[in-house]
């Protein structure tokens, strides 16, 4: 993965988040959308929506923040398409682990 030394994931799952910093690890973020209820996600005008288990509702106006940013989560770039793909491949590996 290719980004600025002072590039950061930021990751905010909805509303009633807040910020997370995750460096630039993928798989971490990844993790943390699967431990929320995440399956599949799509991007939308302003960040993420997802979809998944029954109680997993970011849709809409509540939809997850996922982004490059400073140190102050101050949004830089969105992920690009190479690296939105990473991480929705990477929910795939989990749950087909996952199922057996």
Partial sequence: MQQRSEEILWLRLGDMSEYEAFGDDLYAVADALLCSGVEDITR???????????????????????????TDAQIIRELNN??????QLIIGRRLNMAKG
């Fill in 44 to 70: 939308c005008q302003g960040g993420i929506e997802a979809s998944g288990k029954e109680y997993c509702q970011f849709l809409g106006h509540n939809y997850i923040s996922l982004f490059w940013g400073d």
């Fill in 82 to 87: 190479k690296e939105l793909d990473e991480v």
